[in-house]
């Protein structure tokens, strides 16, 4: 809504809530398989994947659209690439034990309005 104060469209208004529609699903997709991934992956692991998406929108640039890669962006991707191998490779000694507990929390409905 404030770019659209800003700089005022030229798009129709069924382009622009379909643009938005777009957007809320891609967003609340990345969220979904975020969370799954730090469920099953852990949180490190998968923030270290999840913080690799602008890079490869770097590589996906050059690759399908033409886009030159700068030397910093080179740079950037070599060591995106060197720390998710070090981060892969680490691997735990010994194995976890979870202990399943149940939360009962006591509670009741009187705040409820009459």
Same mark, same amino acid.
């Given at each position: 809504?404030?770019?659209?104060?800003?700089?005022?469209?030229?798009?129709?208004?069924?382009?622009?809530?379909?643009?938005?529609?777009?957007?809320?699903?891609?967003?609340?997709? *990345?969220?979904?398989?975020?969370?799954?991934?730090? !469920?099953?992956?852990?949180?490190?692991?998968?923030?270290?994947?999840?913080? *690799?998406?602008?890079?490869?929108?770097?590589? /996906?640039?050059?690759?399908?659209?033409?886009?030159?890669?700068?030397?910093? $962006? !080179?740079?950037?991707?070599?060591?995106?690439?060197?720390?998710? /191998?070090?981060?892969? $490779?680490? $691997?735990? *000694?010994?194995?976890?034990?979870?202990?399943?507990?149940?939360? $009962?929390?006591?509670?009741?409905?009187?705040?409820?309005?009459?």
């Amino acid at each position: 809504m404030l770019g659209l104060l800003i700089e005022p469209s030229t798009s129709s208004p069924s382009n622009i809530v379909i643009a938005i529609a777009i957007g809320m699903l891609a967003y609340g997709i *990345s969220i979904v398989l975020y969370i799954t991934s730090a !469920q099953g992956l852990g949180a490190t692991r998968s923030q270290m994947l999840f913080s *690799s998406a602008p890079l490869l929108g770097i590589l /996906f640039a050059a690759l399908i659209l033409g886009e030159k890669i700068t030397l910093f $962006q !080179q740079i950037a991707l070599l060591l995106k690439i060197g720390s998710l /191998f070090a981060l892969f $490779q680490d $691997q735990h *000694s010994h194995e976890h034990e979870y202990i399943a507990v149940a939360n $009962q929390q006591l509670h009741n409905h009187n705040d409820r309005p009459a």
